[in-house]
């Protein structure tokens, strides 16, 4: 089994920037996928950033490409989503989740999720 806690969520002004943290626990932590969700009031969730257990291979929905950067650090158990020039429309609960070695844009594919931090961009 994997734990996850998400952190780093915060209220910030757009173009701001913020840096969300997941760090998890249980020993398949380092050679499961990883992927960056978010969830908006009324909103399925969706995809947003994912990383293989290596960290060799990322992938952005084209909505944050350029502007997020997802990396890890096994040695740490943690998985960190790099937010710049944030807008208004990044307003969601973000959720890291664990899934299979390869990370994946489904959301069907993850088998373990934290609790959310709520990330609040103003105009």
């Known amino acids: 089994q994997v734990q996850l806690v998400e952190s780093g969520g915060g209220l910030v002004q757009a173009g701001g920037s913020l840096r969300l943290s997941c760090a998890g626990s249980g020993r398949t932590f380092s050679t499961s996928g990883m992927g960056w969700f978010r969830q908006a009031p009324g909103k399925e969730r969706e995809f947003v950033a994912s990383?293989?257990?290596?960290?060799?291979?990322?992938y952005y929905a084209d909505s944050v490409k350029g502007r997020f950067t997802i990396y890890r650090d096994n040695a740490k158990n943690t998985v960190y989503l790099q937010m710049n020039s944030l807008q208004p429309e990044d307003t969601a609960v973000y959720y890291c989740?664990?899934?299979?070695?390869?990370?994946?844009?489904?959301?069907?594919?993850?088998?373990?999720w934290g609790q959310g931090t709520q990330v609040t961009v103003s105009s």
């Open positions: 990383i293989s257990w290596t960290g060799g291979s990322t």
């Open positions: 989740g664990a899934g299979g070695p390869r990370g994946s844009t489904y959301v069907g594919n993850y088998d373990y």
